[in-house]
C-alpha cells in the first residue's frame, strides 16, 4: 500500500532561521511527488511536483528535493508569512489515473 | 481565472439528515476529484471522475455517499443519511489530463 509520512508533526522557527521538513514514501512506482501549502480554513495550494530522483524545484525561499525514499522542503530564512501546514503527497503509477495520496502534513510556525 | 469552488463551505446538519455539497471545477478540466480530510487524519481519496464518467471510486467510504457529474461540468456529492463519523473538509479539486491538480477551499461538515 502506497503510504506518505511527514515529519516533524509541528516546527516552531524564529524568522530567518532556516530548516527543513521531511517527506518519507514508500510507493509502487513512482509517478510523481507534490508539495502543497494549506492555510487555516482553505485548500491546498500547489508549490511543486518532482518526478525523479535527484530533481530540485525552487520557488522564493522554498526548496524541494527528492531522492528514491524522500523529499525535503528547504526553507531558506523563513518570515511569519510562510506560516502554514506544508502537505506531502504522491502519484503511484499502478493506479493509472491521478490518485493522490497525502501525508498528515507539517504545521510551521514562524514567529518575528 | 476561476478556481476551483465549492457550496456550501460550511453546513451543520442532523444525524440522518442529507446533506449535498457542489463543486464547479476550472474551466476546461475534465478530470474531477473529491477528497476528505476527517479530525486528526491525513486527506484521503474518495472518488475521481474524466468528463461525466467515474474513472476511479476506490475511496468511497459506503453507499450513503453519492457523487455525480451530470453533463461533465460540475459534480454534486450527497451524503444519504449522513453520520457523525461523516464530519470533516470535503475537498473538490480538477485537473487538465496529466497536469497539477489543484483544489478548492472545501465544504466543512458538521453532523451533530
Known amino acids: 500500500e502506497d503510504q506518505v509520512t511527514q515529519s516533524p508533526e509541528a516546527l516552531r522557527l524564529q524568522e530567518g532561521e532556516s530548516s527543513s521538513l521531511n517527506c518519507s514514501y514508500t510507493?509502487?512506482?513512482?509517478?510523481?511527488l507534490f508539495w502543497y501549502r494549506q492555510d487555516p480554513g482553505k485548500g491546498p495550494e500547489f508549490l511543486f511536483t518532482?518526478?525523479?530522483a535527484g530533481e530540485e524545484k525552487e520557488k522564493e525561499r522554498l526548496k524541494a528535493t527528492l531522492t528514491k525514499k524522500e523529499s525535503f522542503l528547504h526553507i531558506t530564512a523563513p518570515k511569519p508569512e510562510d506560516s502554514a501546514t506544508y502537505l506531502c503527497?504522491?502519484?503511484?503509477?499502478?493506479?493509472?489515473?491521478?490518485?493522490?495520496?497525502f501525508g498528515t502534513g507539517t504545521r510551521l510556525l514562524v514567529s518575528p | 481565472e476561476a478556481g476551483v469552488t465549492q457550496f456550501p463551505s460550511h453546513s451543520v446538519i442532523e444525524k440522518g439528515q442529507t446533506v449535498t455539497l457542489r463543486c464547479d471545477p476550472i474551466?476546461?478540466?475534465?478530470?474531477l476529484y473529491w477528497y476528505r480530510r476527517v479530525m486528526g487524519k491525513e486527506i484521503k481519496f474518495l472518488l475521481h471522475?474524466?468528463?461525466?464518467?467515474?474513472?476511479?471510486e476506490s475511496g468511497m467510504p459506503n453507499n450513503r455517499f453519492l457523487a455525480e457529474r451530470t453533463g461533465g461540468t460540475y459534480s454534486t456529492l450527497k451524503v444519504q443519511p449522513a453520520e457523525l463519523e461523516d464530519s470533516g473538509v470535503y475537498f473538490c479539486?480538477?485537473?487538465?489530463?496529466?497536469?497539477?491538480?489543484?483544489f478548492g477551499e472545501g465544504s466543512w461538515l458538521t453532523v451533530v
Open positions: 479539486a480538477s485537473s487538465l489530463p496529466g497536469n497539477t491538480i489543484y
Open positions: 510507493v509502487s512506482g513512482l509517478r510523481g
Open positions: 518532482l518526478y525523479s
Open positions: 503527497a504522491v502519484q503511484a503509477m499502478n493506479t493509472g489515473f491521478q490518485k493522490l495520496v
Open positions: 474551466s476546461g478540466h475534465d478530470n
Open positions: 471522475f474524466v468528463k461525466e464518467s467515474k474513472q476511479d
